[in-house]
């Protein structure tokens, strides 16, 4: 995906828009075929009375992106319904789910940023960066973004995988949490896994990250080494933890998460070890 961030529509813009359009956290979507399509422009024209907030996000293959909002009074025609986007994975392409949860962050952060946090003053959007500023204050607001570190623990032939008590019943995952304020990555993961589950951990190895947009994360997914340290799980953060052999794993995230990434990747590892040593 070539995709480059806007702030303004081109002089010579080509191709037809693309009408990311929420209402509240759900995206308006055509679901009358076969697989999900965008709005079009005669839905927008329908939708001219309900806009509440618009954005231009940027551009790909030479189509100008646009991040709407609109009221809770704009219904969806007929063949259209309002989804969350977790309901759109595995059934809209991955371009498309990346560029709605990246409009979404954006819509969600104009709307939460309307007044300035230090003085109180409506704020605007400033005329050349993506950030909000307070015309009495000067206070300049960007985006949020919350970085999550997340460690999958290797022990042997077994991973530790646990449930939080928010997941679908019976999945299981690697440990995750959010970043503290002067951490780095490697310290946050330390942490919040000795915090989660009791135990040490060494040779983090960095596998990859994914922009979460639920509501602004940026997950920071790794693997790393059991040290020392018995099972203590954390009382309502962690329903249950357990050594698994990796034969025998239990329900796992969807494909769509860096969570099922990491882990279907570490398999592959851990099986070609195992038979290089066998
Ligand atoms: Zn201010």
Redesign the pocket.
Known sequence: MDFQPLLAVPEQSVGKPLWFIFQGSHLLVNNAGESIKLPDDKTLELFANFILRRHVIGQIEGRICYGIEVSTEALPPPGHSYVGLRSLFGRADDSLLSLAGRTFQIIDWDRTHVY?G??G?PTMLHSHERARI?P??K?IVYPRIAPVVMGLIIRGQELLLARSPQFAPNVYSAIAGYCEPGENLEVALKREIHEEVGVEVGNLQYFRSQSWPFPHSLMVAFTCHYQSGTLVLQPGEIEDARWFSMNDLPLLPHPVSIARQLIDATLVLMNSRHHALH
């Open positions: 300035c230090r003085c003053t307070c009495s204050c206070l």
